[in-house]
């Protein structure tokens, strides 16, 4: 499968909050295996699309001046129901700190106004040429795909200034 | 032995790792179920950090009578009866269970325990 | 993409700990698509190894018959960043079983490298909790099949150090009805 665990990116607010749709679908092969008699989202596959939702926060905001964002820490975790095919996962995340290196958000996802899960999470943030100069090349070409893939996600964005 | 700040400091380290809030919302009067939004697989949490924060053994029931509660010797109508009351307060002698008597709806109980109940039932299971 | 997150189990201890394997491939899909130009394994998925590690061991606990989901992910920590080539070892470990779950305290390493540290709960859906209505996750026959892919019954001890015995729990060849 792809590794987009989100299908559409609804809002976005520069440095506070993004919103994005997960659909799940009996199309999704790993459904199969998790559970073979009761088909569900995977947990941490709501907390990949809350990590996802977080990366694209920050890329939006800082304009891809990072080539690699990724997950460093998960605290609290919740999960308060299932997510379940022909449903979509509303996930929301909130800035709540920041440093030079690493973005805390907290995040709460919802089916119809149902909380399914909440938590907290800590990203990381560098360029591959932080540690070693020669990356400066991938580094740049990583950047220009991610910029490739933003369209794809936000066509029906709306920026809250 | 520990004194009343040292097991509130360490009730509060426990619920703000366990349930993702900040210190300053960990108060003595702020109730886990309402203003910290603790959920039945938290308390599975807070048990686990209490019992490894202070080297003691909680079972099941200690905390949180469930049994009581479930019990129709002791709750008709959703409510604790007299005998039930009794049953609660020689089981949760930690507890403030004024406010719960006027009013002893089971579902009550949970949702009026406070930190405050929390750092009792830790100095009253350190003492026993 | 299956959702298999061990390859195998290399120790199962019952009620008290386990390790198990994950090879680390490009030939996974994944792996092209999480950060596209520098291929890392995703933590959340390394988060899910040592769930599915975790989940069965506390499964075990509950007689493999019973739904075990995980309820929580209290903490976890990454370190570093895991490549196309290496192998994950993960720990874990069972740290309390009560009536309502259980808690597994987990690592993922890379040789000596430490990657992941986790708390994981897991929520057991007994009658009264059960949101799924009677349901279940798995046919006895696929949970039989699972387990036996990761090697469970082939390097599984009791907490006594006798090897487990495949016959003493709920699976396909010993359940009739299934």
Known sequence: MRFWLLDRICSFEAGKKLTAVKNVSLAEEYLADHFPEFPVLPGVFMLEAATQAGVWLVRLTENYQHSIITLQEARAVKYADFVTPGHSL??????????????????????EGRLSVSGRLVLERYNLADENPSQAGLDKRMIEYQRLTQDLLTRDMETIA | MATEDEIFDKVREALVDALGVD???????????????????????????????????????????EDILTDTEFVQDGKVNEAGIAKLKERMPFADLAKFEAEPIVQNLGQQLTVKDMCNFVAHKLAA | MRWFWIDRFTEFVCGSHATAVKGVSLSEDHMHEHMVGYPIMPNSLVTEGMAQAGGLLVSEQYGFGELVVLGK??????????????????????????????????????????????????????????????????????????????????????????????????????????
């Not at chain 2, 910290?36 to 949180?64: N, T």
């Not at chain 3, 090697?151 to 396909?172: I, R």
């Open chain 1, 90 to 111: 509303t996930m929301t995340v909130e800035q709540t700190g920041e440093d030079d290196r690493h973005v805390k958000l907290k995040f709460q996802g919802e089916v």
């Open chain 3, 73 to 178: 992910l209290a903490k976890a920590k990454f370190h570093s960043c895991v490549r196309n080539g290496e192998t994950l070892t993960y720990h874990v470990k069972v740290d309390s079983v009560r009536e309502s779950g259980a808690a597994v305290t987990a690592t993922a390493h890379v040789g000596e490298r430490l990657h992941a540290e986790a708390l994981l709960f897991f929520a057991r859906l007994g009658e009264e909790t059960d949101p799924l209505d009677g349901a279940r996750l798995f046919r006895p026959r696929d949970l039989q099949h699972w387990l036996s892919l990761v090697g469970v019954f082939e390097v599984g001890v009791k907490a006594d150090g006798s090897p487990m015995q495949e016959s003493d729990y709920p699976l396909e060849e010993n359940v009739a009805s299934s």
């Open chain 2, 23 to 65: 210190d300053d919302e960990v108060t003595a009067e702020a109730t886990l179920q309402g203003d910290l939004d603790a959920e039945s697989i938290d308390f599975l949490d807070i048990v686990f950090r209490l019992e490894k924060a202070f080297d003691i053994k909680i079972e099941r029931g200690e905390l949180f009578p």
